[in-house]
């Protein structure tokens, strides 16, 4: 019999220790999974290490907290706004260290841990700032062509969190719409949380066995979190909150904003359900769109 690895959200963020490495936000701006960010949040697990392409405001609210020491990402920021406020000072005083990427070199770099090699080559970095201002990034030789590659080193998480619509008790997982890097942040992680809107029976995932992203082996533990990313959007469950990015943004402008926001949206709420009582703005699908019927059978 296959274990049961389902757990409360706190259960699973709290096998997460001080000064781990986490992947997440892996499908840019779809299914951040901001109910696992504000755990650890609350928990206080700090010296993390935030990996990720276009993070979005997670990464921010991590840094507010006072929990981040370094971040290997593209980009951080506030989509429908601008700057990221607690990144940017964090940045302008020197209290986080900051590993800079392209989007494509963040899924190189765990592509390559994924495949089990030392690194992954590319020209997409020659000539760019990135290649040329830092270290990281070391110059090769294509053994075929003779060519100038770039060398982007295997980036392997402690940790990689994702979101998504539905997952059986065994951690096997259906996850649909943009998954950007997302798996293979799976697989290049030592441990995978799974945060899902249901859980269900493991009858429903093997009804589609093609839209099976995650398996079980890859899983440390499976938690049940109905708009588990919100303010992200997630493929036809909930449309992005637009007007939650932009209070935020209003908010955390001045020095002490984060903290009264975060007393409102994460200290302030007792679980997810009040935190979903909280939402003002209708974010149902309007326009559902379906795919058409998949016939499986002998």
């Not at 096998?15 to 779809?30: Q, V």
């Not at 080559?121 to 990135?130: A, K, N």
């Not at 302030?268 to 359900?273: A, H, N």
């Amino acid at each position: 019999m296959p274990d049961d690895k389902t757990a409360t959200m706190a259960e699973a963020i709290g096998r997460i220790d001080g000064g781990d490495s986490i992947a997440c936000g892996l499908a840019l701006e779809h299914a951040i999974p901001f109910a696992a960010g504000h755990e650890l949040i609350r928990q206080g697990t700090d010296d993390l290490t935030l990996i990720g392409p276009i993070s979005d405001i997670l990464f921010d609210q991590l840094v507010g907290a006072g929990l981040v020491s370094q971040i290997r990402a593209a980009w951080v920021g506030n989509v429908s706004a601008g700057s990221a406020y607690n990144f940017r000072q964090a940045v302008e005083t020197g209290s986080i260290d900051v590993e800079n990427h392209s989007n494509f070199s963040i899924a190189l770099g765990l592509k390559a841990a994924a495949l089990g090699v030392p690194y992954l080559p590319t020209r997409s970095l020659l000539g760019s700032d990135i290649f040329q201002d830092g270290e990281l990034f070391k110059e090769g030789t294509d053994p075929y062509s003779g060519q100038r590659v770039a060398l982007v080193p295997a980036i392997a998480p402690d940790w990689t969190i994702v979101h998504v619509q539905r997952a059986s008790p065994h951690g096997d997982a259906h996850f649909w719409g943009n998954t950007g890097i997302s798996i293979e942040g799976v697989n290049a992680s030592q441990n995978v949380i799974v945060t899902a809107e249901e859980i269900v029976e493991p009858s429903v995932i093997k009804s589609d066995p093609s839209r099976v992203n995650i398996t079980r082996e890859s899983v440390a533990a499976v938690v049940e979190c109905p708009l588990g990313a919100h303010p992200s959007p997630l493929a036809g469950r909930y449309n992005r909150d637009h007007d939650h990015y932009l209070d935020y943004h209003r908010r955390t402008a001045e020095e002490d904003g984060f903290d009264e926001w975060a007393t409102d949206w994460v200290h302030g709420v007792d679980d997810r359900s009040a935190y979903a009582d909280r939402i003002e703005t209708d974010l149902s699908i309007t326009r559902p769109a379906t795919a058409a019927e998949v016939q499986y059978g002998q």
